[in-house]
């Protein structure tokens, strides 16, 4: 199975917890004004990738805590996605999920798509809702606009309502000073 790949970074501290492995997909119809990653909206750019391929590299990489699906947007290619996703969890690392959509969206249409159904399950967290650029906010943790939320993923599936992240040794106001 081949995901479209935009970039991979080894050693992030600021897409999630700890210290994460983020892999950029290729694809985003969300196009928000504003971007931080505009180079990722083209579908036909990056370079595509087997998901194996991916796996053994995330395999090989020492001391990271997690791996970040970041974009462009997962969800359009929700089924390497949700093929990563297992592989990911399977082998002991967390998992934390960009998406220009709100969780909201993303649960209605995992009724329909199984493939979003696994991703969300197998996620820890989502960090949700486009980037809105007279909501930018630098001070935010692992976030952009002020209208992103974190949502904590176990919690949300379990209630099938949204759930924000309360991480009680994670303050938010560390970073809003």
Not at 29 to 46: A, I, K, L, Q
Not at 60 to 79: K, L
Not at 99 to 120: A, F, P, R, T
Request: hydrophobic share 35%; aromatic share 6%; with cysteine.
């Amino acid at each position: 199975m081949i995901l479209q790949v935009a970039g991979i970074q080894y050693d992030s501290i600021v897409d999630g917890p700890g210290i994460r492995l983020v892999l950029f997909v290729q694809g985003c119809s969300h196009r928000c004004p504003g971007c931080h990653n505009p180079e990722t909206h083209d579908p036909r750019g990056g370079k595509p990738m087997e998901i194996v391929q991916l796996i053994e590299l995330i395999d090989n990489c020492n001391n990271i805590d997690g791996v970040t699906i970041s974009g462009g947007e997962p969800f359009e290619q929700a089924e390497p996605v949700a093929a990563l996703a297992g592989a990911v969890t399977e082998n002991g690392l967390d998992l934390v999920i960009y998406s220009g959509y709100y969780i909201e969206n993303l649960l209605k249409k995992s009724l329909i798509d199984q493939n979003i159904n696994s991703i969300l399950a197998k996620g820890r967290l989502l960090i949700d809702g486009p980037f809105l650029e007279n909501e930018s906010d630098l001070t935010l943790p692992f976030r952009g606009s002020r209208n992103q939320r974190i949502i904590d993923l176990p919690a949300t599936m379990r209630t099938g309502k949204p759930v924000e992240w309360g991480n009680p040794c994670f303050s938010e106001e560390l970073y809003s000073k």
